[in-house]
């Protein structure tokens, strides 16, 4: 859960960068950074908080150059603290480097005690550094083949973009479970982002998917493709387009709002509700809310109105804060729906304590009946690859049946959409997704110490200042 962008041959790169990084703002919103590359040395800024805490005019110029490399994070593996910001820098016998990467490596934790057991001495708690070490001792002419072969030996979720003195480098794992995708901009530009929607801000032309497996360089205007030795299966991960991308952007070559008015009509037609109106959970449920009411033929009512004011509560971090967060995010609107029998769409249940509140307040806003339905199957098994996720334990699907969860959640009927359903709500029809959090079926096995990235530091406690 992390927003990356890169840009090459530009000028006025950082500030590029920094609009770029605020479309992607919905992926992260605990850090923030940049760096440039003004010729001759790397220019670096990073900081606590969202883009716009983090800089401001005279920031932006002076990261200066043509070429620059921006990175939103949310901390799903290491500790919440600027250490941990990225972009991350090194200086290497083949010149400074900084790296961005979205994803979770699953073997960051055996890989980190063998470089440290060879005399490595990590900055940070982040899985990403890793990756720059590896390069560090396989140093070769060529960073390239450099990074082809650091890469051989980590495993899991990566899109990471490289600045280097040569130029952008953009990779992406054999499997493709995050977005990375190409951009061009009128005057000759590159960039690299994890969301279309970045390139939409700033007038670029969304040219392709890096490919999974896919390492792209971009030296001027020039690009070159190169291929990772090692084979997988594709599994780009579908919770991106359930709930995670924007529904602007186009992700693995699939327009979001496109797959999710499918994945409401689908749902409609798998778990139809006797009710007067569609209610959609904002701001993920809106688009599968309205796909289920044409099909459904319900009027779509916004009988619950968002505080945009207020971060995501799923991806806040701390759970009192999560508690929080749901009261004052939502509140009903009497006037649609008092009286009325409401279906209720969300994207999903993840730990079950959000939607209790969310039914109550459309019961205390006058609603006769409410029928959940969500957009996508029964969430039971933790994310190892990139998303923010509980433990199995915490995972109320996990633990209890769809009816157990209904009453829980005290709803008059609750329906998912099925996995086979949710597969073939796909614009593109093309196949190759991960549905690990809903199947168990991991593409990328995670064993032993690496199992909990949680796991990575046990001995090393932080102090925010
Ligand atoms: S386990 Fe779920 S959230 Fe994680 S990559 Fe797979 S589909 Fe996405």
Known sequence: MCGIFGIEDQADAATFTYLGLYALQH??????????????ALR?????????????????????????LGHTRYSTSGTSVLDNAQPIVANTSMGSLALVHNGNLVNAVSERRRLESGGSIFQTSSDTEVILHLMARNPRRDLVESLLVALQRVRGAYSLI????????AARDPHGFRPLVLGALADGGVCFASESCAFDLLGARLVREIEPGEVVVARGGELES??????????????????????????????????????????????????????PV????????????????LPLEFGLIRNHYVGRTFIEP???????????????????IAGQRVVLVDDSIVRGTTSPKIVKMVRDGGAREVHVRISCPPTAWPCYYGIDMPTRQELVAANNSVEEIRGFIDADSLAYLSLEGLSQSLPSGQGGHCTACWSGSYPEPVTGADRRQAELFPQLKEVEP
């Open 27 to 40: 992926r992260g919103q605990e850090s923030s950074g940049i760096v440039s590359w003004d010729g001759e």
């Open 318 to 336: 701390k759970q009192a804060i999560r508690h929080f967060g749901v009261k004052v995010k939502l509140n009903p609107v009497r006037q649609l």
């Open 282 to 297: 904002p701001d993920s449920g809106l688009f599968s809310a309205l796909g289920y009411a044409r099909e459904s033929g």
């Open 162 to 169: 490289l600045l280097t003195p040569g130029g952008l480098i």
């Open 226 to 279: 190169y291929r990772m030795s090692q084979l997988r299966e594709p599994a780009r991960c579908l919770f991106e387009l359930v709930y995670f991308a924007r529904p602007d952007s186009t992700v693995f070559g699939e327009s979001v709002s496109q797959a999710r008015l499918a994945m409401g009509a689908q749902l409609a037609r798998e778990a139809p509700a006797d009710a007067d109106v569609v209610v």
């Open 44 to 68: 670096v800024r990073r900081g606590m908080g969202q883009i716009a805490d983090v800089f401001d005019e005279g920031t932006l110029a002076r990261l200066a150059g043509r070429r620059a």
